[in-house]
């Protein structure tokens, strides 16, 4: 799972993802004192290989985008380029010993917005959150 995530987060080095956040892509939660935008990406369950008759693992990984713009053009900039960074994407997960793990495949589940309010130490401002779901499928070779 760690060379995974390591895989994610060197995908998103130098892409236009980072570029429209600023390089604020974070794993788990934001780093301390955050500004917008941003991203957050996590693990929102693994289920271990041999499942339902499947092999390989699957992966479920949430981006989380926020953004303060009153415009819906930068989250949905943000957006865009997830999913030309994620979207049957190639990714190449580095080794671990003597296993290796191999993306079979990485795909786009669902995207569901929010709107809401948070106190920030420059008063309450909205919030606009696009989460998004991506099913990944790995094997190990």
Known sequence: M???LTAIIAKTNNSALSSDVGGRIYLDEA????????VVFSI???TPG????KDGEDI????SLFSTSKSVAEIANMYEDLKALFDDCAL?????GDATDTLIWMKRENL???MDEHTTPIGTVGVKAWHVDYMVL???V
Do not use: A
């Open 50 to 53: 041999g499942v339902f008759s």
């Open 92 to 96: 190449t997960i580095p080794p671990t």
């Open 112 to 114: 569901t917005t929010i």
């Open 44 to 46: 929102v369950t693994d």
């Open 138 to 140: 790995t094997k190990e």
């Open 31 to 38: 780093s301390e004192g955050w500004q917008f935008p941003y």
């Open 2 to 4: 760690k060379n995974l």
């Open 60 to 63: 479920l990984i949430q981006f």
